[in-house]
């Protein structure tokens, strides 16, 4: 769990929960603020659930290139937001990795039958 502290009423400091450093700051979400983002998620189905499988597979492979290509980086931000070595942050990123070619496999699978350009 990310190390975080309140500063202000709106405010949350992020911190590296194993050096205590400040990472950065963030504000905080009121109800009207989540409210929209549970929208805007519910809004995203809605236009997702229309996309054909072959093209969400296709999105989910640039998805894992793009990941692949910043690993480190990712991992880095891992490793200081959760007090982890970096080693560590590394792995757990990988796993996310596998995870994204996993469900890229699956729809794959279930695509079997429909048009495949």
């Not at 194993?18 to 950065?24: D, F, I, M, P, V």
């Not at 659930?49 to 969400?56: A, G, N």
């Not at 989910?60 to 942050?89: R, S």
Request: charged letters at 25%; hydrophobic letters at 45%.
């Amino acid at each position: 769990m990310t190390a975080a502290t309140s500063v202000a009423a709106g405010e949350i400091v992020v911190t590296n929960p194993a050096s205590g450093k400040e990472l950065g700051r963030v504000s905080r979400a009121n109800a009207a603020a989540v409210d929209r983002a549970v929208r805007n998620a519910a809004n995203a189905f809605s236009s997702w659930s229309q996309v054909p499988v072959v093209e969400r597979t296709r999105r989910f492979f640039k998805l894992q290139v793009l990941l692949e290509e910043h690993i480190d980086e990712l991992a880095t931000l891992v490793a200081n937001e959760n007090g982890k070595m970096f080693a560590d942050a590394r792995g757990e990123v990988r796993r996310a990795i596998e995870c994204v070619g996993c469900l890229r496999c699956s729809w794959a699978i279930r695509s079997k039958g429909s048009h495949a350009e």
